[in-house]
């Protein structure tokens, strides 16, 4: 055992529970939040944090949870990550806003500099920094939009890219993220996307990755028009859709069809980028090169802070004071970013996602082998998926995940669930995970499996 200094103290990296989880100091914090929380912010497991470091939560009430969920992504680097605390607190010292469009900073400058640098392709580059995912994305709709002069927007089954209005267009999933909330901005339109675990046993054969993007071209000439496409936008794996990674090939021929029709092509790196999956970002696994590339989540260590990068002529087409925000860029989270961009190049971060996703793989395909309800391992680096299925068939179980989930969280392990049916386990430990907390994890996982089977 270990143990990371936190805020001071020393917070050892083991699992503990001394309390029904969640415990009776967080179920008082519940009890204060329904009285002033509004209804549709959920929350997965309520027991409140009160620090945070390594692979572990520590709760109101002295629990210590094994963290495979990072925030959805956002801690990466580490919760409190050393690097990241002490840029942070050396800006917040200094000054904590000024409005870059008003008296700009040079850490703006710095973390646009370091994602130029860091983004695939080797062309120049522009940045624009903003708040979320979501503003990232919907403000590359925007960039794409001005630079063609075109209206239509191509996403994909299964795809997320937010909660604003034009990216609930851009969502898949009703429930919970837009029944209810239309109607939605228009000219967007859904392909088809790879995915093989149900492509191939729909069709009975191997779906080739270039088959599957030949269904989405053939829809965009036939039902839209590509010279009416300004641009395509995915998710090089997908993040709420249930971590599909798409059939080898089907990437690279989306790329070469949006270059030959002018299509402006969209990587969403939101929720896979910052040395999640191995690699920097996700669309270097093909070597595909995207004229735009939105990030958020990992970014900077767990503050706000997204972006928008990409090829100087598309960037550069919109003009001055038409793209920003108050908040976008802001100095202290540009500070975070840097202190964790420091971190995922210098400190092994990299390397770290694939050993723990060779644990984690290996771990789900020895309950595949045990469990035939465990239907398919997915996934890369440190961005794992399990989707559960009903026996001797493809038909989701999301009951099954939901039983697996609620015995983790009382046994002091938060795993988060996803997926378009609700039956994928999505484990997105931060890379400062030890392998002892990893594989005491995943032994209480197979625990649940097999209370939940019995």
């Given at each position: 055992?270990?143990?990371?200094?936190?805020?001071?103290?020393?917070?050892?990296?083991?699992?503990?529970?001394?309390?029904?989880?969640?415990?009776?100091?967080?179920?008082?914090?519940?009890?204060?939040?329904?009285?002033?929380?509004?209804?549709g912010?959920?929350?997965?497991?309520?027991?409140?944090?009160?620090?945070?470091?390594?692979?572990?939560?520590?709760?109101?009430?002295?629990?210590?949870?094994?963290?495979?969920?990072?925030?959805?992504?956002?801690?990466?680097?580490g919760?409190?990550?050393?690097?990241?605390?002490?840029?942070?607190?050396?800006?917040?010292?200094?000054?904590?806003?000024?409005?870059?469009?008003?008296?700009?900073?040079?850490?703006?400058?710095?973390?646009?500099?370091?994602?130029?640098?860091?983004?695939?392709?080797?062309?120049?580059?522009?940045?624009?920094?903003?708040?979320?995912?979501?503003?990232?994305?919907?403000?590359?709709?925007?960039?794409?939009?001005?630079?063609?002069g075109?209206?239509?927007?191509?996403?994909?089954?299964?795809?997320?890219?937010?909660?604003?209005?034009?990216?609930?267009?851009?969502?898949?999933?009703a429930?919970?993220?837009?029944?209810?909330?239309?109607?939605?901005?228009?000219?967007?339109?859904?392909?088809?996307?790879?995915?093989?675990?149900?492509?191939?046993?729909?069709?009975?054969?191997?779906?080739?990755?270039?088959?599957?993007?030949?269904?989405?071209?053939?829809?965009?000439?036939?039902?839209?028009?590509s010279?009416?496409?300004?641009?395509?936008?995915?998710?090089?794996?997908?993040?709420?859709?249930?971590?599909?990674?798409?059939?080898?090939?089907?990437?690279?021929?989306?790329?070469?069809?949006?270059?030959?029709?002018?299509?402006?092509?969209?990587?969403?790196?939101?929720?896979?980028?910052?040395?999640?999956?191995?690699?920097?970002?996700?669309?270097?696994?093909?070597?595909?090169?995207p004229?735009?590339?939105?990030?958020?989540?990992?970014?900077a260590?767990?503050?706000?802070?997204?972006?928008?990068?990409?090829?100087?002529?598309?960037?550069?087409?919109?003009?001055?004071?038409?793209?920003?925000?108050?908040?976008?860029?802001?100095?202290?989270?540009c500070?975070?970013?840097?202190?964790?961009?420091?971190?995922?190049?210098?400190?092994?971060?990299?390397?770290?996602?694939?050993?723990?996703?060779?644990?984690?793989?290996?771990?789900?395909?020895?309950l595949?082998?045990?469990?035939?309800?465990?239907?398919?391992?997915?996934?890369?680096?440190?961005m794992?998926?399990?989707?559960?299925v009903?026996?001797?068939?493809?038909?989701?179980?999301?009951?099954?995940?939901?039983?697996?989930v609620?015995?983790?969280?009382?046994?002091g392990?938060?795993?988060?669930?996803?997926?378009?049916?609700?039956?994928?386990?999505?484990?997105?430990?931060?890379?400062?995970?030890?392998?002892?907390l990893l594989?005491?994890a995943?032994?209480?996982?197979?625990?649940?499996?097999?209370?939940?089977?019995?």
């Amino acid at each position: 055992m270990t143990a990371l200094e936190i805020g001071g103290e020393a917070l050892p990296q083991e699992r503990k529970v001394v309390t029904e989880i969640p415990g009776p100091k967080s179920r008082e914090l519940e009890s204060r939040r329904t009285a002033a929380v509004a209804t549709g912010v959920g929350s997965s497991l309520p027991a409140y944090v009160v620090a945070a470091g390594g692979g572990i939560l520590k709760d109101a009430d002295g629990n210590q949870i094994i963290d495979l969920g990072s925030g959805i992504a956002v801690t990466t680097a580490g919760n409190s990550n050393p690097k990241v605390v002490k840029a942070a607190t050396e800006q917040l010292e200094a000054f904590t806003h000024t409005c870059f469009m008003v008296n700009p900073y040079e850490s703006y400058v710095e973390v646009a500099e370091a994602l130029n640098r860091l983004t695939p392709g080797d062309h120049e580059k522009r940045t624009v920094l903003l708040n979320s995912g979501a503003e990232a994305v919907e403000n590359a709709v925007k960039i794409a939009r001005a630079h063609t002069g075109r209206d239509a927007v191509v996403v994909f089954d299964h795809a997320y890219h937010g909660r604003t209005n034009l990216t609930m267009a851009m969502t898949a999933k009703a429930h919970p993220y837009k029944a209810g909330f239309g109607p939605f901005a228009g000219e967007v339109y859904r392909a088809p996307m790879s995915y093989p675990f149900r492509d191939n046993d729909a069709a009975g054969t191997k779906v080739s990755g270039e088959d599957a993007a030949k269904r989405v071209i053939t829809m965009i000439e036939k039902q839209i028009g590509s010279e009416h496409v300004a641009a395509i936008v995915i998710e090089p794996i997908q993040g709420e859709g249930g971590f599909i990674v798409p059939a080898e090939g089907f990437l690279p021929a989306l790329v070469e069809f949006a270059r030959e029709n002018g299509i402006v092509f969209v990587a969403d790196e939101v929720q896979a980028g910052f040395a999640r999956t191995g690699k920097m970002f996700a669309s270097e696994w093909e070597g595909i090169v995207p004229d735009l590339i939105t990030t958020a989540k990992g970014i900077a260590g767990g503050l706000p802070l997204s972006a928008v990068t990409g090829r100087k002529e598309i960037m550069d087409s919109v003009g001055p004071g038409r793209l920003g925000g108050t908040y976008g860029g802001n100095p202290t989270a540009c500070a975070a970013a840097l202190g964790a961009i420091d971190a995922f190049e210098n400190d092994g971060l990299l390397e770290n996602a694939t050993h723990i996703g060779e644990i984690i793989t290996d771990r789900l395909v020895k309950l595949q082998a045990k469990f035939p309800e465990v239907g398919d391992v997915r996934g890369r680096g440190a961005m794992v998926a399990a989707e559960f299925v009903q026996r001797d068939s493809i038909e989701p179980n999301p009951e099954l995940v939901k039983k697996i989930v609620d015995h983790c969280a009382k046994n002091g392990v938060l795993v988060l669930s996803t997926g378009t049916f609700g039956n994928v386990l999505r484990f997105l430990p931060p890379l400062t995970i030890s392998d002892e907390l990893l594989n005491e994890a995943f032994d209480i996982i197979e625990e649940a499996l097999e209370s939940a089977l019995a």
